[in-house]
């Protein structure tokens, strides 16, 4: 008891869902200052194809955590748009392979997997801390986890930690100037807003934080 279970994983997915469709409005604004304007649209589109990818309440019982983020990943990628399907698709889906076939996941596996996430991402946007993006927000999260584990913090509390570090990294994203993804074809005129990804990344956190802390 106490970890994150496959049900768990299902209601963070949920939760997720609810938050980005609650702010997908402020997502595309934000998106619209430096982008294109869709993030939100992207998001929203991504995480209903999600919730609709979960396993049904029965079968949820019988299967993993680490099963359930593969699959969520795994649909945003077929159906979100942009550069932000492919980068959430594949935090998802690293995390859920990092979890493995446990059936319950404790706090030092779920810091493991915000991890591999963060890897997965960096892998395939190649995005540095400082860069403007969903790293922004990521990084800090992991290791805000990891601190607060060591600390000898449970699953809850890493959690809120983490989505804590993750608003406080994204806020910081206003003044710099993108170095990746559309926001850096501005050059200097991305500074002074926030970055959408890092936003969005860090109401995924908050997610987290709100299911474990239940
Ligand atoms: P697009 O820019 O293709 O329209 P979205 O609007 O959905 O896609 O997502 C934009 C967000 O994606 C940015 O705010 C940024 O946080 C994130 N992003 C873009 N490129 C990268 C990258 N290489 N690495 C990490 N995050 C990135
Ligand atoms: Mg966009
Ligand atoms: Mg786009």
């Known amino acids: 008891g106490g970890g994150l279970d496959a049900r ?42 999600a919730v609709a990818a979960l396993p049904g309440d029965a079968e949820l019982g019988e299967t993993r955590p680490g099963k359930v983020l593969i699959a969520a990943g795994r649909a945003i990628v077929s159906k979100t748009g942009g550069a932000s399907g492919p980068l959430y698709g594949t935090a998802l889906r690293r995390a859920g392979k990092a979890l493995g076939g446990a059936s319950e996941a404790d706090a030092a596996a779920v810091g493991a997997a915000l991890k591999a996430a963060l890897e997965g991402v960096q892998e395939l946007g190649q995005a540095n801390e ?6 922004d927000a990521l990084a800090p999260a992991a290791a805000a986890f990891a601190a607060a584990l060591a600390d000898g913090a449970d699953l809850p ?8 570090a993750a608003d406080a990294g994204a806020a910081a994203t206003v003044p710099m100037q993108a170095r990746k993804g559309r926001a850096s074809y501005l050059g200097p005129r991305s500074a ?15 997610a987290l934080a709100d299911v474990t802390g239940r």
Not at 157 to 164: H, I, K, P, Q, S
């Open 8 to 49: 768990g994983a299902a209601a963070w997915i949920r939760r997720a869902a609810e938050l980005v469709a609650a702010e997908a409005e402020r997502l595309t604004r934000l998106d619209a200052a430096i982008g294109d304007g869709d993030h939100g649209h992207n998001l929203h589109r991504g995480f209903t194809a």
């Open 130 to 135: 400082g860069d403007k993006t969903m790293v």
């Open 157 to 164: 509390g890493c959690a809120r930690a983490a989505a804590d």
């Open 192 to 206: 002074g807003h926030l970055d959408p990804g890092a936003s969005s990344t860090a109401l995924v956190l908050r």
